[in-house]
Structures are given as C-alpha cells and as structure tokens.
C-alpha cells in the first residue's frame, strides 16, 4: 500500500491499526449485517485494542456566515485524527469517496478509510483517501 508523504507516520500508524480491527471484526462476524451493526462491532473492537474514537460525530458547518447545525455525521473519528466511513452495500461508489472527501475537508483532517463490510473480502471493500 502506497503511504502519502503528506501524511504523518503517527496517522499511517493508527490506519493500520483501524484497518486491523476491521479485519477482525469482518472475519468474526462476515458480510450481510446493517451499517450500524458494524460500526457498533468495530467500535467495541476499538475500544477492546485501546484506540480512542467517537460514533456518529454530529459536525456544524458554516457558510457565508451562516451555522448549519448537524450537517453531517461522520461515523468514526478516531483519535480525532482519521476519519472513518462504513458502508455496508454491494460496491463502492463515487458517491462515497466524494463523502469522505467532504468529510476530511470540513474535520481539517488529511486522511479517511472507506470501508465496506459487504465485500467478500475486508481488502475488496476498503479504500484509503487522502485529502
């Protein structure tokens, strides 16, 4: 995998660390369960490893000097640093890199992982996006 200089060792590091609580979760449990299922299980498997994160980050945005409460939710944040996004559908879109994308834009963060739980495989459904 490809590491992008912009981004620091520390948030590489801590990828790596998401991604392989990802894998567990998806060997352990498979594909076929809602998004919320997986983000609850990836969750727990986070909190088990020690890695700080919140669920369903309620983020405000402003524009032209207007708050927009609640504009958006992202699924994970973890240590405030990475953003990560589930999905649990048939494919990726471009849809969904293009949330991500917003997503780290508005957080001020440089990296996001996609990741879906439908795939047959964790490596088939996950997508690293850099800002």
């Known amino acids: 995998m490809k590491v992008d200089a912009s981004i620091t060792s520390d948030v590489e590091a801590l990828a790596n660390r998401v991604i392989g609580a990802a894998i567990e979760v998806h060997k352990s449990v498979g594909p076929g369960l809602l ?73 001020q963060a440089r990296l996001g992982l996609l990741i879906n739980f439908r795939a047959r495989t964790l490596k088939e459904g996950l997508k690293r996006i850099v800002l």
């Open 35 to 107: 998004e919320s299922a997986y983000e609850k299980c990836l969750s727990h498997e986070l909190t088990l490893r020690g890695i700080s994160h919140q669920c369903q980050l309620s983020v405000s945005i402003s524009y032209k000097d207007c708050l927009i409460e609640n504009a958006y939710r992202i699924d994970l944040l973890v240590e405030g640093a990475l953003v990560v996004e589930l999905k649990a559908v048939d494919e990726l879109l471009p849809v969904h890199t293009a949330q991500v994308l917003t997503y780290l834009k508005f957080q």
